[in-house]
């Protein structure tokens, strides 16, 4: 069975901290490994695909990296708009149509 | 360019009432799916379809039913509410078997009393 484990589970830094979100997975078989950013009372915004270890990808103030056992989302001097909860997701082999989800990290930025 | 619309956003039932949520995509997408999200928690997917006709369980189907008569609907329907269905339910789509990001909608917070 495919697992998603995302720590810390609440994360708060002053602006300008840099920091990194850890996403630990087991899959079957890696198709690939999604990150999404969720703001209070709105649905999942995609960020990122990785799909390969090795890989990495980044975004304005974000740089997602991925290995055989887990993935990293770093954020670098972070401003509080990058104030929200960031959901990482697995697509295995086995259940090619399906994401399986971690709880998600909610990160707050103070000014 | 809508994408994922659902409604309604908020709906209070009473235990055993029963309602449908709706999704519906302007996307021509192949693939739909429903989540729900408990306080604290992730996803959790409930019913997913990989085209019109086609439907299948998730990890929480137990309470909920799915149809799919169209490519743009995705409707969920609940029969007998119980108070363990409060949650927010997401739905989402993507676009085929080599598109693997999925779009959601806003969601519908639910809540049975």
């Known amino acids: 069975e495919d697992q998603v484990t995302q720590s810390p589970e609440a994360l708060r830094l002053q602006e300008g901290e840099s920091s990194s979100l850890n996403c630990s997975y087991t899959v079957s078989g890696l198709r690939g490994l999604f990150w999404y950013r969720q703001d209070p009372g709105k649905g999942p915004e995609f960020l990122f695909t990785?799909?390969?270890a090795g890989e990495e990808k980044e975004k304005e103030r974000l740089k997602a990296t991925l290995t055989k056992k887990e993935s990293f989302l770093h954020i670098t001097a972070p401003k509080p708009e990058d104030s929200a909860t960031y959901l990482c997701a697995v697509q295995g082999l086995q259940g090619a149509q399906k994401l399986v989800f971690g709880q998600g990290t909610r990160l707050t930025i103070n000014p | 360019n809508a994408g994922v619309t659902q409604t309604p956003k908020f709906r209070i039932l009473k235990i055993g009432q029963s309602m449908t949520l709706q999704c519906t995509q302007d996307?021509?997408?192949?693939?739909m799916y429903w989540y729900r999200q408990d306080p604290g928690m992730g996803l959790k997917l409930i019913y997913y379809?990989?085209?019109?006709?086609?439907?299948d369980k998730g990890e929480v189907p137990n309470g909920y039913n799915v149809s799919r008569s169209t490519t743009e609907d995705f409707p969920l329907r609940l029969e007998l509410a119980a108070p363990s269905q409060t949650s927010v339910y997401f739905c989402a789509s993507r676009a085929g078997r080599d598109k693997n990001i999925q779009y959601f909608g806003a969601g519908t917070r639910l809540s049975v009393l």
């Open positions: 990785l799909y390969s």
């Open positions: 996307m021509n997408h192949n693939y």
């Open positions: 379809s990989v085209g019109a006709g086609i439907t």
